[in-house]
């Protein structure tokens, strides 16, 4: 089924491959709309959908006292300087993408290119959609990123990304590599305080997480809409989404 189809009302929906919204999404916000006024059950339930498509989810997060990479929101039409963002906050390199995008789209590396560059590509996302400039962590380079995905909150597999050589980009569609890995305690741990800042619990969810230079770690995305989950390195973690299915009801009276 294509996403901004009709469902049958009070029908139960499983958002799972919809990556092209990020090329239109206020029609995909308008779809969500029509989803609540049909009664449909949708997983994960609009709200969260809703909150999670823009990148202010961030900012969130980091109020709700989870460990975040720092994180910058630049209204669309809005005059900014990356050098200026970079200073104010003190961070010596950073990372420049629309607030609603996937797969890297249109992400760019400050420290790949010259500060002019930088900020023409700053300014041509901002003449047409809201951007976010993110301080950029070193280790994505030299250690990779860590994704921990929750079923029903519980906590299932993990897996680890390394970039291709020569970029910084962990998405597959980059040449990046990935790998299942023990979870652990210190994985678990900032895993969980990303799942418990949010409600309803989602049914699904993907935690991408960092090591800063302190050795915390950061969370730099929390996927809920339709993130790649790994079934097919861990079918466990299928299985134990389609057990739950029927008995996870959200919860309509309560939002983020």
Not at 113 to 131: G, N, R, T, V, W
Not at 144 to 151: C, R, W
Not at 192 to 214: H, K, M, N
Request: hydrophobic content about 45%; some cysteine; glycine content about 8%.
């Amino acid at each position: 089924m294509v996403w901004g189809a009709r469902i049958p009302r009070h029908g139960t929906l499983v958002i799972r491959s919809t990556w092209d919204y990020v090329d239109d999404p206020n029609r995909f916000i308008m779809w969500l709309g029509e989803l609540d006024a049909d009664d449909v059950t949708v997983f994960n339930p609009t709200s969260l959908l809703r909150w999670n498509l823009h990148k202010r989810y961030m900012v969130e997060l980091g109020q709700r006292g989870v460990s975040i990479v720092p994180t910058v929101v630049v209204p669309e039409q809005h005059v900014a300087d990356v050098g200026e963002v970079m200073r104010l906050h003190g961070w010596d390199d950073a990372v420049i993408k629309p607030a609603i995008g996937g797969t890297a789209r249109l992400a760019l590396h400050v420290g790949d290119c010259e500060p002019d560059a930088a900020q023409h590509h700053l300014d041509e996302i901002l003449a047409h959609e809201d951007a976010v400039v993110q301080r950029f962590v070193p280790s994505i380079l030299s250690t990779g990123e860590t994704s921990v995905i929750a079923i029903g909150g519980v906590i299932t597999h993990a897996v680890h990304k390394r970039a291709a050589e020569g970029d910084w980009r962990v998405q597959a569609e980059f040449g990046g590599r990935v790998e299942l890995i023990d979870v652990g305690d210190r994985l678990a741990a900032a895993a969980r305080r990303a799942i418990e800042s949010v409600q309803p619990t989602p049914l699904y969810a993907r935690i991408d997480l960092v090591e800063a230079t302190s050795g915390e770690l950061n969370v730099i995305e929390l996927e809920l809409v339709e993130p790649e989950l790994f079934f097919h390195l861990a079918p466990h973690a299928a299985t134990r989404m389609a057990q739950l299915l029927p008995h996870h009801k959200p919860r309509r009276d309560r939002t983020l």
